[in-house]
């Protein structure tokens, strides 16, 4: 299982950014997938949630109705578009999937939201 993560970088408060997710190594469109964050100095946190054909979605009540999880089974990847982002958004996005009751997960990519 490989999980890479691409899209982070510096964006100002109330900027957008679309993080993506580059899966191989296991049947993509068999397995729900999620987006984890992690703050500096705080524990992994778990942003939102897809079902393995994209009919469900679940988000953090701290980012809902300002990100959208998505994904194309055809082309093995999941996005977190993220909007309006506040400074406490700042941390670097980890990638998952649980496959047979292990959590694989890519090396993320740093969100950094300044002025």
């Known amino acids: 299982v490989q999980l890479v993560e691409s899209g982070g970088g510096l964006v100002q408060p109330g900027g957008s950014l679309r993080l993506s997710c580059a899966a191989s190594?296991?049947?993509?469109?068999?397995?729900?997938m999620s987006w984890y964050r992690q703050r500096p100095g705080e524990v992994r946190e778990l942003v939102a949630t897809i079902t393995s054909a994209g009919g469900s979605t679940n988000y953090a009540d701290s980012t809902k109705g300002r990100f959208t999880i998505s994904r194309d089974n055809a082309k093995n990847t999941v996005y977190l578009q993220m909007n309006s982002l506040k400074p406490e958004d700042t941390a670097v996005y980890y990638c998952?999937?649980?496959?047979?009751?292990?959590?694989?997960w890519g090396k993320g990519t740093l969100v950094t939201v300044s002025s």
């Open positions: 998952n999937v649980l496959r047979w009751g292990i959590n694989y």
């Open positions: 190594g296991f049947t993509f469109s068999s397995y729900a």
